[in-house]
Every structure is written in structure tokens, then in C-alpha cells.
């Protein structure tokens, strides 16, 4: 089986796919394969954002600031969703080559699965690929929980608010999602929600 893990920014849906990697499961994080796919996107990037979006350090030599070639995401982060037509082009730009990855690795997965394979993707819904999982498990959580997580995280309010609000509302997800883990409380009780559904995958129960 491929089951989709999605959910909103905040949520926790990383944390409850790391929870199924430890019990044994395969684990596709969409995150990573988009950073590598922004790695290889740089000329475009540098061309629409500028030098700005680049890590920088200090010459030992001479007093100037040089760009080693790495994107700061922090830096990309905060400028594309801060400005909604900077973050149409920058999805233009990643979203086209992460999806075509994203299928590519599925397409060689399911001609040699033996466990269950978890995808870690926040965008399940946006890029209406959910016909590709066998199953969805959305995870969700209230509003102020997704916040202080963020902040916690090292967001601004502002900065954590722009990226919840960029992202589909949960409300639309649960339509068909096949599993729903409410995540408001402690890691235990995510784990111990997390496990149940794992249990009946695993003993094949639906």
C-alpha cells in the first residue's frame, strides 16, 4: 500500500509519519525532494528573487560578504509568503519538476513494495493527486495550536499566520481523507492515534 500523510502546516503530519518509519514503514518526505529540486532550480531562483535569497559568509582575507551558492530557505520562505504573486511564481518554478519526481519514485515503489510506504505531503490536495494513495490519513489541529507551534518553531506571528493561511483549509481535506488524527493534545496521544491506524493497516483492516 502508498498511503498519503497530509495536513496543514503545524499540524504534525511529519511527526506522525516519523512515527511509522520507526515501526517499520518506508517514507517518502516531499519536503526533502523539493529542497533538492530548489537546488536545482538555483539559476531560476536567483533570476525572479535576487542575490538576497542566498546564505552568505564573510571572507577570511578581505572585508566583503560572499554567497556560497546555498539557498536560505528561511530568507525564500519569508519573501514568498509574504507576497502571493512571488508564491505563484516560485510554485511555477518547483511544483512542476517535485511532482513528476514525486511520481517517478512512486511508479518504481509499487513494483517493489513489501511494507506499506508512507508520503509525507502537505499538498496532497493542492496538486489533486490523491487518486495516487490507496489511502489518506490527514492530520489536523486547531488553529491557535498550529500558531504557537510555528512561533515555537521561530516564526514571527505574522510569518506563521501567512503560511497557514496559504495552504487548502482542513475543512475541505476531511471530505475524503480515509483517516483523520486530531492533533491538539500531547505526543503520546498523537503516537498512541498514529499507532491505531498503523495496526489496521498492517493486519490489513480498514
Known amino acids: 500500500m502508498i498511503i498519503g500523510v497530509t495536513g496543514g502546516i503545524g499540524s504534525g503530519k511529519s511527526t ?8 517499520g514503514a518506508g517514507v517518502i518526505d516531499v519536503d526533502k525532494l523539493g529542497w533538492r529540486v ?13 542575490d538576497k535569497v542566498f ?5 577570511q582575507t578581505r572585508f566583503e560578504i560572499l ?5 536560505d530557505r528561511k530568507k525564500l520562505g519569508k519573501i514568498v509568503f509574504e507576497n502571493p504573486e ?4 516560485f510554485d511555477l518554478i518547483v511544483h512542476p519538476p517535485l511532482i513528476k519526481e514525486l511520481k517517478s519514485q512512486l511508479s518504481t515503489l509499487n513494483s517493489q ?3 506499506p510506504v508512507f508520503v509525507d505531503c502537505a499538498l496532497i490536495y493542492e496538486w489533486r493527486i490523491n487518486n495516487w494513495f490507496d489511502k489518506i490519513i490527514l492530520v489536523t489541529s486547531d488553529y491557535p495550536k498550529k500558531l504557537q507551534r510555528l512561533m515555537n518553531s521561530g516564526c514571527t506571528q505574522k510569518e506563521a499566520e501567512d503560511r497557514i493561511h496559504a495552504q487548502l483549509p482542513d475543512s475541505e481535506k476531511k471530505k475524503t481523507a480515509d483517516w483523520i488524527i486530531e492533533n491538539n493534545s500531547n505526543l503520546r496521544t498523537l503516537e498512541q492515534n498514529a499507532k491505531r491506524i498503523w495496526d489496521s ?3 490489513r483492516k480498514s
Do not use: C, M, P, Y
Open 67 to 71: 554567497r556560497n551558492g546555498k539557498i
Open 38 to 50: 530548489l537546488d536545482e532550480k538555483q539559476q531560476e531562483i536567483k533570476k525572479v528573487f535576487g
Open 86 to 89: 512571488k508564491k505563484k511564481i
Open 16 to 23: 506522525v509519519a516519523g512515527f511509522f518509519e520507526k515501526w
Open 113 to 115: 513494495l513489501s511494507t
Open 55 to 59: 546564505q552568505v559568509h564573510r571572507s
Open 201 to 203: 493497516i498492517v493486519n
